[in-house]
C-alpha cells in the first residue's frame, strides 16, 4: 500500500510539472542549441540557480538578450522536466564557444558563458563548470534518494531514534537543572548564615538566592537551545529536499563558533593589555587611599589638603583616575572598532552634551563650596530664607535640616548665587550662635535691658556662660532702641536649636515680667506731657549692677 501511495504521488507530481513546463520546452531548447559562435553578453544583475533548495550557478552576464533573471527561470523548467523523465540521468559538459552547455542525459540544460565566471573570486570558465557538474551530481542523487522507499523510511528511522534521544536529554536537562538548583541554594545558604554582611542588612538572601536560580535557569534554557538546534538540523539533514536547509544550520552554528573562539583568541593580547591598564590604576588609587586616610586621620598634615576636604577629593580623584584608565584601556577592549562601540559612543555623547549645562554647573558651585570651605558639615547656616543644620555636602546638593526637623535640599549653584550666613564660624569648639532682638522704650533704663537679657540667657541651660552673652543696641529708632542679644549654644544638632530659641525667648519674657517691664515698642503722634527721660540715679535699677557694669564697659573697651 505505502509502495502504491509513493507511486501516485511521484505521477501527480510528474504530471504537474510537464504539464507547467511543456509550454516552454520548445523555446528553451531553441534558445540554447542554436546559440552562436560568439553570444552578445553584457553585464548585469545576477540571479542564482537553485534547484531542490541547492544553488547551483549564478548566473552574472545576458546571453542573447535573456537576462540573468530570465535564464533561471528557463534553466530550472528545462532541468525539471529532465528530472520527471525516468532512468539515471548522467550530467556532463559539452564545448560550446566561447562558453559551455550543460547536459542531462545528452540534452541541453543550460549554457555558461565565459562572464559567469567571478574574475575577484579567481574564477575560471573551466572551473565555474566542473563545479555546476559535482553540484548537479549531488542533485541528482539527492532527487533518486528522495523517490527511494527504503532511503525515506531510513531516515525517517533516523529521525526517530534522534527525536528520542532528544526528548530524553531535555528530561535529563530539566531533572538536572532541579537538581543543580536545590544543591546551590543549600551550599549558598550555609554560607550566608551569619555572615557579617547580612547581619548588617548590607546585602539580601533572598536578592542573592533569586539571582543565583536565574543564572542556572538561563544556563538550562541555553543547554535546551542548543539541544533542539541541533537535533532540528539532524532532522533536516536526513532528508533531500531539507538536507540543504540542515547543512546551512550546522554550517551557521560552527561559523559562528567559530567566529566567536577565534575573535577570543584575537582579543587576549589586547584584553590582557587593557587588564594591566585597569591593575595600575587600581594600585595607584590604593597609594592615593593610603594618603588620604593619613591626612583625614590627622597623621598627616600636609599645605594644599585640608582634613574636611579629604572625603570629597577622595571622590574626585577616583573618578578622574578610573576615567583616565578607560580612555587608555578603551582602544584595547575586544569590539571597540565595531559600528555598536561607536554608537553608544554618540548616544553617551549626545546625552551628555544635551545635559551638561545644569549639570556641569551644579558640579563647578560644588567644587567651589568645597574648596572655598564657605562652610562645612554640622555647621548652622542661613540661605535664601533657609536655615539649618547641614548635614550633606554634595557635589550637586547641599541638604540641611531646620529646627522643625525638616530636610531641605539646596541646589549649589543657588548656594552659591546667594548670600550666606554662617552662625558656627562666630565661635570657637562645637555648637552655633544664637540671635534675638527686642525693642523696648526710652523711658526704660539700657543697662536695666541689658542686665535682663544677660539674665535670661543664663536661666537657659543649653547657653554656654563662657564666652559670656553679650547685648548690643544696634539701631536708635524713632521710638525705641534695638537690643541685640548674642549668645553661643552647645548643640550641633538642629533639633535642639528650636528648643533652645524657645527657651530663651520664653525666659526673657519671664525677666522682663519679674522687673517689670513691658516688652511693648511703643508709637506715638504728638509729643509726651512729660520728657520720657530717665534720672541719673534711675541708671541702674535692679537688677544693673554699677561695678559689674563698669567692668563689662572695660572689657568691650579693651577688646
Not at 593610603?290 to 572625603?311: M, P, Q, Y
Not at 530664607?385 to 531646620?402: A, C, K, P, S, W
Amino acid at each position: 500500500m505505502l509502495h502504491n501511495r509513493t507511486t501516485s504521488i511521484k505521477q501527480l507530481s510528474i504530471t504537474m510539472i510537464g504539464w507547467m513546463l511543456a509550454l516552454y520546452t520548445s523555446i528553451s531548447l531553441a534558445s540554447i542549441e542554436s546559440a552562436p559562435t560568439a553570444p552578445k553578453v553584457s553585464n548585469n544583475s545576477e540571479a542564482t540557480l537553485s534547484i531542490l533548495n541547492r544553488e547551483i550557478i549564478h548566473f552574472r552576464t545576458t546571453v542573447l538578450g535573456i537576462e540573468p533573471e530570465e535564464r533561471v527561470k528557463r534553466a530550472q523548467r528545462r532541468i525539471e522536466q529532465q528530472l520527471s523523465n525516468t532512468g539515471e540521468h548522467k550530467v556532463s559538459i559539452a564545448d560550446m564557444p566561447p562558453g559551455k552547455l550543460i547536459q542531462i542525459d545528452g540534452a541541453g540544460s543550460f549554457y555558461i558563458a565565459p562572464e559567469d565566471a567571478d574574475p575577484f573570486q579567481q574564477e575560471s570558465l573551466d572551473s565555474v563548470a566542473k563545479q555546476t557538474l559535482e553540484r548537479l551530481n549531488l542533485v541528482l542523487k539527492e532527487s533518486r534518494e528522495s523517490r527511494s522507499l527504503e532511503g525515506m523510511l531510513r531516515a525517517g528511522a533516523y529521525v526517530a531514534i534522534a527525536s528520542l534521544l532528544f526528548a530524553t536529554l531535555l528530561w535529563l536537562t530539566f531533572r538536572l537543572r532541579r537538581a543543580v538548583v536545590v544543591k546551590t541554594l543549600s551550599f549558598a545558604r550555609d554560607k550566608l548564615d551569619g555572615h557579617e554582611l547580612i547581619e548588617s542588612k548590607l546585602i539580601n538572601r533572598e536578592h542573592i538566592q533569586s539571582g543565583l536560580r536565574r543564572v542556572l535557569q538561563w544556563f538550562s534554557w541555553l543547554v535546551i537551545f542548543l539541544l533542539t538546534y541541533e537535533w532540528l538540523s539532524y532532522s533536516l539533514s536526513q532528508f533531500p529536499f531539507t538536507r540543504p536547509l540542515g547543512e546551512q544550520l550546522n554550517h551557521y552554528l560552527l561559523n559562528l563558533v567559530g567566529k566567536i573562539g577565534s575573535a577570543t583568541i584575537k582579543a587576549i593580547p589586547d584584553l590582557f593589555t587593557a587588564i594591566v591598564i585597569f591593575f595600575l590604576a587600581k594600585i595607584v588609587m590604593q597609594a592615593l587611599n593610603a594618603l588620604f586616610d593619613r591626612i583625614e586621620n590627622g597623621n598627616l598634615e600636609v599645605t594644599w589638603l585640608a582634613a574636611d576636604v579629604v572625603s570629597p577629593t577622595r571622590r574626585i580623584v577616583k573618578v578622574a583616575v578610573w576615567l583616565f584608565a578607560l580612555t587608555m584601556a578603551y582602544p584595547y577592549l575586544p569590539g571597540s572598532g565595531t559600528e555598536a562601540f561607536k554608537g553608544i559612543s554618540v548616544l553617551l555623547g549626545l546625552m551628555i552634551s544635551l545635559g551638561a549645562s545644569s549639570l556641569i554647573a551644579q558640579a563647578a558651585s560644588g567644587l567651589i563650596l568645597t574648596y572655598s570651605r564657605i562652610y562645612r558639615q554640622g555647621e548652622f547656616i542661613h540661605v535664601n530664607g533657609h536655615e539649618g543644620t547641614i548635614t550633606d555636602l554634595g557635589m550637586f546638593t547641599t541638604r540641611i535640616r531646620n529646627g522643625m526637623g525638616l530636610e531641605i535640599t539646596l541646589p549649589n549653584a543657588l548656594v552659591l548665587g546667594n548670600v550666606t550666613k554662617n552662625y558656627s564660624r562666630a565661635l570657637q569648639g562645637p555648637g552655633f550662635v544664637i540671635d534675638t532682638k527686642v525693642t523696648i522704650g526710652y523711658d526704660t533704663p539700657w543697662r536695666q535691658v541689658e542686665a535682663m537679657l544677660i539674665e535670661a540667657a543664663r536661666r537657659t541651660p543649653s547657653i554656654l556662660q563662657d564666652p559670656t552673652p553679650k547685648v548690643f543696641q544696634t539701631a536708635l529708632s524713632d521710638f525705641y532702641p534695638e537690643y541685640l542679644l548674642i549668645c553661643q549654644a552647645a548643640p550641633a544638632d538642629p533639633v535642639p536649636r528650636a528648643e533652645v530659641m524657645s527657651l530663651l525667648h520664653a525666659n526673657i519674657q519671664d525677666v522682663f515680667n519679674e522687673y517689670n517691664v513691658q516688652i511693648m515698642s511703643p508709637h506715638y503722634l504728638g509729643d509726651p506731657e512729660k520728657e520720657k527721660l530717665v534720672p541719673k540715679e534711675g541708671w541702674f535699677r535692679a537688677p544693673a549692677n554699677q561695678k559689674q557694669t563698669e567692668i563689662d564697659g572695660n572689657e568691650r573697651n579693651a577688646s
